[in-house]
């Protein structure tokens, strides 16, 4: 099993990214894809999922209407269109299967300063 999540990088204040995480070695469409990130200092929060159907998406609050989840099974990614950032939101940016989850991505950083 293998997840890899790219762009991450350096945003200012109020800005976008949109992060990406490429699958493999697991039945992609049958499992959960969430977002789980982690402040400096701070523990795991989750922030989005996907059902493996794409059928239902749940988002924490505090991102509801500002990031998208979005999957595509036919080639096995799952990203994050985030916006309007603010620096409370710099993290590392995980991707992980399943519930639980089952398998997480080594995770990219997003730094969110001017």
């Known amino acids: 099993v293998q997840l890899v999540e790219s762009g991450g990088g350096l945003v200012q204040p109020g800005g976008s990214l949109r992060l990406s995480c490429a699958a493999s070695g697991f039945t992609f469409s049958s499992y959960y894809m969430s977002w789980v990130r982690q402040a400096p200092g701070k523990g795991l929060e989750w922030v989005s999922d996907m059902a493996g159907d794409g059928g239902s998406t749940n988002y924490v609050d505090f991102v509801k209407g500002r990031f998208t989840i979005f999957r595509d099974n036919t080639k096995n990614t799952v990203s994050l269109q985030m916006n309007s950032l603010t620096p409370e939101e710099a993290a590392v940016y995980y991707c992980?299967?399943?519930?639980?989850?089952?398998?997480w991505g080594q995770g990219t950083q997003v730094t969110v300063s001017s």
């Open positions: 992980a299967a399943g519930r639980g989850p089952l398998y």
